[in-house]
């Protein structure tokens, strides 16, 4: 492990949100603000159609997308809060208004929606204030709720069909009920 590593290890290990006391899933249906991260490119629209189904069912819905060029190499805008490689210091750290926005928010449930090893949004997510956290088994070291393990080569469709249905399963009222 290389000095840069160790440090970013570190970095990341000092940015555990300790002072966020996280409250119980209430359950989908009390279920108010959702955030999802996620790199863009081919999970980009299956973020953004999951998006738009779980705002039609009357949550707020706050995306964060990390484009991995150079803000100089981007073509055109995209239409959430996005950060690339020019907002991410040399340890990974990213840093940003977009990212503070980001971070400033309490979520009832926050996706991170990304498979890779060593990427800037762990530091988002070390530090997201979140009640339910869910993301892909090969990156628990962050600390999720829940950890989904996907073989498809992409993820993110299937992943938010099985990430719906915990989500509506988890602490609903009707689903004890029937058990009783």
């Excluded at 006391?21 to 790199?39: C, M, N, S, T, W």
């Excluded at 980001?102 to 449930?109: D, S």
Aim: aromatic share 12%; with cysteine.
């Amino acid at each position: 492990m290389s000095i840069r590593e160790r440090l970013r290890a570190y970095a990341l290990r000092q940015g555990f949100n300790q002072s966020f006391q996280a409250h119980d899933y209430p359950g989908f249906k009390l279920l108010k603000r959702v955030g999802i991260a996620f790199q863009a490119g081919q999970s980009e629209k299956a973020v953004l159609d999951y998006a738009r189904e779980l705002r039609n069912k009357g949550k707020e819905v706050h995306l964060l997308g990390y484009i991995p060029k150079r803000r100089k190499d981007i073509e055109g805008i995209p239409s959430y809060p996005w950060l690339c490689k020019s907002d991410v210091n040399w340890l990974g750290v990213p840093k940003g208004k977009e990212v503070s926005d980001f971070l400033a928010l309490h979520f009832g449930v926050y996706i991170e929606i990304l498979d890779a090893q060593s990427h800037p949004l762990d530091f988002v997510s070390s530090r997201v204030a979140a009640d339910f956290k869910i993301g892909f088994s090969t990156r628990e070291e962050l600390g999720f709720d829940l950890s989904l393990q996907m073989m498809e080569k992409s993820p993110a469709q299937s992943a938010f069909k099985e990430i719906d249905y915990y989500l509506n399963f988890i602490n609903n009222k009707e689903s004890k009920e029937q058990k009783i």
